[in-house]
């Protein structure tokens, strides 16, 4: 059962443009939400992140926006550049999860961004 | 900034082979996690640890145990390597809730 969706395997954008990759959840117990970049042959990076208790989270070109009552998060990045090519991948965690366990991410399957140039 | 080392990063291996994959970290992370990365599976959690000498099952343990004895460096070990476990590893560390730190990874094929 997947609780982190991503329902768009691959997305293109023009170079300058806006892109939206979004996210599904089911659990209703996650409260911290990330977003991970990851470039062929390398681990993923940290890029953004949003608690529960807000809506939005900005950091350069990249927002993080999170609807809670619809269980859904987007992350747009704007412009758009080639160097943003890659994978993005969504994490969730809870901190109603006992012990261990509330340090677990849970990842969504990614979305492949290609920024055409 | 936090280093999190794999020691391989590309491994061949035959089937039926037992198999080490080390990982360091060098922040003193309590946390460290091993998943796999398969097209179209995205990562998937085989095993996590929160101290030494402790460690959970992820989603996909079957086939794969870890070790952890001392708090930098988690190993996680394919006790019988298969074909079906060719795959990107990806060991990771945390401090409490905070972000993962990922490291390169390793591709391995087995034969």
């Known amino acids: 059962d997947q609780q982190v969706k991503q329902n768009s395997p691959s997305l293109s954008v023009q170079e300058g443009r806006i892109s939206i990759l979004n996210c599904d959840y089911t659990n209703s117990m996650f409260d911290y939400f990330l977003w991970y970049k990851k470039y062929p042959a390398e681990g993923p990076t940290f890029l953004i992140s949003?608690?529960?208790?807000?809506d939005k989270n900005e950091d350069g070109r990249f927002t993080v926006f999170l609807n809670k009552s619809a269980k859904h998060l987007s992350l747009h990045i704007v412009p758009s550049q080639p160097g943003d090519s890659a994978v993005y991948f969504c994490a969730a965690s809870s901190y109603a999860y006992s012990g261990a366990g509330s340090y677990q991410l849970t990842f969504g399957k990614g979305t492949k961004l290609s920024v055409i140039p | 900034d936090v280093k999190v080392t794999q020691s391989s990063r590309y491994l061949v291996k035959r089937t039926g082979e037992k198999v080490f994959l080390e990982c360091v970290q060098d922040m003193d992370h309590e946390n460290m996690f091993w998943y796999r990365q398969d097209p179209g599976l995205g990562l998937r959690l085989i095993y996590f640890s929160y101290d030494v000498k402790m460690k959970e099952k992820g989603d996909i343990p079957e086939g794969y145990s870890v070790s952890r004895e001392k708090k930098e460096r988690f190993s996680l070990i394919l006790e019988s390597a298969s074909t079906n476990q060719t795959s990107m590893y990806l060991c990771?560390?945390?401090?409490?809730?905070?972000?993962?730190?990922f490291g390169s990874g390793t591709r391995l094929t087995v034969v």
């Open positions: 990771a560390s945390s401090l409490g809730r905070s972000g993962y730190t």
């Open positions: 949003i608690s529960s208790i807000k």
